[in-house]
Nanobody, 123 residues
Framework: QVQLVESGGELVQAGNSLRLACAAS????????MGWFRRAPGKEREFVAA????????NYADSVKGRFTISRANAENMVYLQMNSLKPEDTAVYYC????????????????WGQGTQVTVSS
């Protein structure tokens, strides 16, 4: 079956960087656009970033544009989220998701989800 497993979340100080990783299995990875979403305490899940199947196109939430970078390695079935200049408001559980064929910002468009990894940014 399809599995998406996130890793890399931890407690960091504001201004520091983190790199999240998501390992995918059980699907033809290159046929799926990939996205990162997050859910902060008491808030709805929100879009963070997405990348097209071949990695040519990307899309970011305004709140992370210029600080976060999404990338993928299709040969390794991996997608990454490099997070720089972290802020306390970036604190959330971060989820990796897969959408067949098309890059999307809406969470309801995604077919598969990981369990999430906790990122905590202290001030």
């Amino acid at each position: 079956q399809v599995q998406l497993v996130e890793s890399g979340g931890e407690l960091v100080q504001a201004g520091n960087s983190l790199r999240l990783a998501c390992a995918a299995s059980g699907l033809t990875f290159s046929s799926y656009a990939m996205g990162w979403f997050r859910r902060a305490p008491g808030k709805e899940r929100e879009f963070v970033a997405a990348i097209s199947r071949g990695g040519v196109s990307t899309n970011y939430a305004d709140s992370v544009k210029g600080r976060f970078t999404i990338s993928r390695a299709n040969a390794e079935n991996m997608v990454y989220l490099q997070m720089n200049s972290l802020k306390p408001e970036d604190t959330a559980v971060y989820y990796c998701a897969a959408n067949y064929l098309a890059l999307k910002r809406e969470s309801r468009e995604y077919d598969y989800w990981g369990q999430g990894t906790q990122v905590t940014v202290s001030s």
